[in-house]
């Protein structure tokens, strides 16, 4: 691992170039429609009901996979350790529970929406509106806003590009390939973007790796981080450690997170839509447990990277095999979240470009889903219901494009005043140390 100064060379930009285009023109490519027939709530919303299994679980981790992971879990990688991990490797066996137990029963029904099902559950139209609300306003608030925040905290740190730029630049790039074909658009295009999430995490993380090890490679460097930071290590944490309030010992794996687990995977909208348009209950089920697999997995591509970010930076011979630009950007306790933009600016021509769009394929696959899942709650759970009844299948599909771009510029203004409370709480947090 050497230096190549920071931002990408000319390869780097082609090849993320490459990435861009193959998105951009993949998801136009399925957005067409047949014989000129418009597209209808099923067919925008649900995919039309013909997702395979392996697109369905490719689009479940894309989804899934985004800046909180690639930076949030490298950050917490750094900071805690591979404890972090139970999270992932819960939710693998979460998603079997939710395939099993849960996944029939929704298929079954024929619902759109996590809002619609309660409603047939309880009887309730007020509960449905409720809900309906408060995702809408969790999903704007605060997952659209947090992904466009830390995606553009990692274009900003690698390349130098100015936060409000990058949150355009990414908004945009989700808009263009997923507004017209929805659903279909979206899950399609994750197949492509699971790959670059694979194929981006396995660089960094073997590269980062192997310069831990020297001559020796994978296996010294993985024997060198475990004795230069055994703690980082340990899955169950003491009581004694800094970090055990955000990650209590045992009561992970026995209490509540439990609960957080079954609601992600199996009532979170964005999440369960796409297992909602498989063609059968078994394709479904299928795509969950090959989603299952790929979880297994993502520790390796997320916080391996920054418990090795962690090694290097606390060791000065590794530090000075860097050079002086190791200095800049440096990640600390207080600003973990740096760490895996700060890893990729030693990776070597090409790997970087690998890299980069491994990050885009993380953060534009999630904001396409959740904004695919915002237009679709709120047009069939609110326009629908008590706007537009009697709308024509063309007019709601149209009604959920326009809902998706409002709730795109309104993250797209929030975001900034996100990053900025951050970093004030951090100064905050600097000078009281």
Known sequence: MHTEGVGLSTIDYAIFALYVIII????????????????????????????????????????????????????????IGLAIASYEWMAALTLIIVAKYFLPIFIEKGIYTIPEFVENRFKSRNLKTILAVFWLALFIFVNLTSVLYLGSLALETILGVPMMYAIIGLALFAVIYSLYGGLSAVAWTDVVQVFFLILGGLFTTVLAVSYIGGDGGIMEGLSKMTAAAPDHFKMILAKENPQFMNLPGIAVLIGGLWVANLYYWGFNQYIIQRALAAKSINEAQKGLVFAAFLKLIVPILVVVPGI??????????????????????????????KAYPWLTQ????????????????A??????????????????????????????????????????????????????LLGALIRHSNISKSTQV
């Open 308 to 337: 090795a970010a962690f090694v290097i930076t606390t060791d000065p011979t590794l530090m000075a095999g860097l050079g002086t630009m190791a200095q800049e950007h440096i990640p600390t306790l207080a600003q973990a979240d």
């Open 363 to 416: 953060i534009v696959s999630s904001l396409a889903s959740m904004l695919n899942s915002i237009a679709t709650i709120f047009t069939m759970d609110i326009y629908k219901e008590y706007i537009g009844p009697k709308s024509s299948e063309t007019r709601l599909v149209n009604v959920g494009r326009i809902s998706a771009v409002i709730a795109l510029i309104i993250a797209c203004f929030i975001a900034p």
């Open 346 to 361: 030693f990776l070597p021509i090409g790997a970087k470009g690998v890299v980069f769009a491994a990050l885009a394929a």
């Open 24 to 79: 951009i023109s993949l998801g136009l490519w399925v957005s067409r429609s047949k014989d000129g027939a418009k597209k209808g709530t099923k067919d925008y919303f649900l995919a039309g009901k013909t997702l395979p299994w392996w697109a369905i679980g490719s689009s479940l981790i894309a989804a899934n996979i985004s800046a909180e992971q690639f930076i949030g879990m490298s950050g917490s990688g750094f900071s």
